[in-house]
T-cell receptor, first 110, second 114 residues
Framework: DVKVTQSSRYLVKRTGEKVFLECVQD?????MFWYRQDPGLGLRLIYF???????EKGDIPEGYSVSREKKERFSLILESASTNQTSMYLC?????????FGQGTRLTVV | AQSVTQPDIHITVSEGASLELRCNYS??????LFWYVQSPGQGLQLLLK??????LVQGIKGFEAEFKRSQSSFNLRKPSVHWSDAAEYFC????????????FGTGTKLQVIP
């Protein structure tokens, strides 16, 4: 089975902190994605990557950056966390347009 | 503008009743179409997908969806709902070609009552 693992289920960070969310997939997928999920807004794409060191902005990239140094790992970085970045963050990897999701990281910024 | 719409935020059905969840899209050409399910506290799982061919698509857990080009719709159906189907359901689309960016609807939360 494909496995997408997010490093933390729950995180609490302070405003202004630099935050790293890590995601690892074990199926050698080319594409990886970071979404945030908010009630009533569904999933919104932050960034995606179609190859190592390649990235594309999604619909809401402001305040975020990403890193993909190895094929299996895709990191989301909040350079200076703010309270409006409190959300559920979902990582996914895909092949042949079928996306596989991690269990999510619920981030609270206080 | 390109969009995917799930008009029902919340639906309640009785166990054993039939279910239909609505999804409409607005794209220049027929996109790839998906339905995902998210159980409480979990990530999303693919239920079914439509790329081309037969417009009635069978998925896992007894779900099916029908693509109707004339209505730009891809509604999800199940003949008899089980209590374990209570979850949030997301319709999603991806443009043909490009980097396979997938856009999700806002979700429909399904409640199943005994």
């Amino acid at each position: 089975d494909v496995k997408v693992t997010q490093s933390s289920r729950y995180l609490v960070k302070r405003t202004g902190e630099k935050v790293f969310l890590e995601c690892v997939q074990d199926m050698d997928h080319e594409n990886m994605f970071w979404y945030r999920q908010d009630p009533g807004l569904g999933l919104r794409l932050i960034y995606f990557s179609y190859d190592v060191k390649m990235k594309e902005k999604g619909d809401i990239p402001e305040g975020y950056s990403v890193s993909r140094e190895k094929k299996e790992r895709f990191s989301l970085i909040l350079e200076s966390a703010s309270t409006n970045q409190t959300s559920m963050y979902l990582c996914a990897s895909s092949a042949a347009l079928e996306a596989f999701f991690g269990q999510g990281t619920r981030l609270t910024v206080v | 503008a390109q969009s995917v719409t799930q008009p029902d935020i919340h639906i309640t059905v009785s166990e054993g009743a039939s279910l239909e969840l609505r999804c409409n899209y607005s794209y220049g050409a027929t996109p790839y179409l998906f339905w995902y399910v998210q159980s409480p506290g979990q990530g999303l799982q693919l239920l079914l997908k439509y790329f081309s061919g037969d417009t009635l698509v069978q998925g896992i857990k007894g779900f099916e969806a029908e693509f109707k080009r004339s209505q730009s719709s891809f509604n999800l159906r199940k003949p008899s709902v089980h209590w374990s189907d209570a979850a949030e359901y997301f319709c999603a689309v991806a443009l043909r070609g490009g980097y396979q960016k997938v856009t999700f609807g806002t979700g429909t939360k399904l409640q199943v009552i005994p």
